[in-house]
C-alpha cells in the first residue's frame, strides 16, 4: 500500500532551520505532485507548499515565502522541504502528501495520500 513517512522535524529556536524529508512507496513517486502541508492545534490544516512531478513548477503559501524551499529527488522517491528562518508561528504538525492536481494559486489539490506528520515545534 502507499506510504508517504515524513521525518526531520524537531524543536528549534527561533531564527533556526530544519530539513524535513518524506519517502514515498507503493506508488509512481513522479507520477505525483507532491506538497507540505500544516496544522497547528486548533486550526485548519493549511498548504504549506507543493511541487510538481518534475520538478518543474513551485508553490508557496505567503507566510513561508523567501523562507521554505521545496525539492524532490524522484530517483530517491523523497521529498524534501527546508525550512530556514524559522518563527513560532511555523509551530505545527508537517505532513507530506501526494496530488494529482496542482494549481499556481493552491498548489497540490486535494491530495490522494498523506502521511502521519512530523512535529516542528520553534520556540521564541
Known amino acids: 500500500q502507499v506510504q508517504l513517512v515524513e521525518s526531520g522535524g524537531g524543536l528549534v529556536q527561533a531564527g533556526g532551520s530544519l530539513r524535513l524529508s518524506c519517502t514515498a512507496s507503493g506508488l509512481t513517486f513522479d507520477d505525483f505532485h507532491m506538497g507540505w502541508f500544516r496544522q497547528a492545534p486548533g486550526k485548519k490544516r493549511e498548504g504549506v507548499s507543493c511541487?510538481?512531478?518534475?520538478?518543474?513548477?513551485?508553490y508557496y503559501a505567503d507566510s513561508v515565502k523567501g523562507r521554505f524551499t521545496i525539492s524532490r529527488d524522484n530517483a530517491k522517491n523523497t521529498l524534501y522541504l527546508r525550512m530556514n528562518s524559522l518563527k513560532p508561528e511555523d509551530t505545527a504538525m508537517y505532513y507530506c502528501a501526494a496530488a494529482r492536481t496542482f494549481t499556481y494559486d493552491l498548489g497540490c489539490k486535494q491530495p490522494n495520500y498523506w502521511g502521519q506528520g512530523t512535529q516542528v515545534t520553534v520556540s521564541s
Open positions: 511541487i510538481t512531478w518534475n520538478g518543474g513548477s513551485t
